[in-house]
């Protein structure tokens, strides 16, 4: 059977206390995640922003935004895994039109 490969864009805030090698683990860790069954188009760290309303008592977050191309199966592990990992404040994953 054939592999259904699409285009996905996803944004994830970090915790802005992190230092700056922590965070660049986190955001390698998601990079790697990506690459198991994909391929990471870009990244671009949009760095730190002040939120619309606080989230766990802070106003600031750091942004970081990632195109990719995957299997279907990708982007729920994607999820699972952001919603686990305690760093990240909030993420949304979205699948983009050709």
């Given at each position: ?74 982007p ?23």
């Amino acid at each position: 059977m054939e592999k259904i490969i699409n285009q996905y864009e996803t944004i994830f805030i970090i915790n802005p206390s992190l230092e700056e090698e922590q965070r660049n683990e986190l955001i390698e860790k998601f990079k790697s995640l990506i690459e198991t069954s994909g391929e990471v188009e870009n990244v671009d760290e949009w760095g730190k922003r002040r939120l619309a309303y606080e989230v766990n008592d802070l106003n600031e977050g750091y942004y970081v935004y990632v195109t990719f191309s995957a299997e279907t199966s990708l982007p729920k592990e994607l999820e699972r895994v952001f919603k686990i990992t305690e760093d990240i404040m909030r993420y949304i994953v979205i699948r983009r039109e050709k």
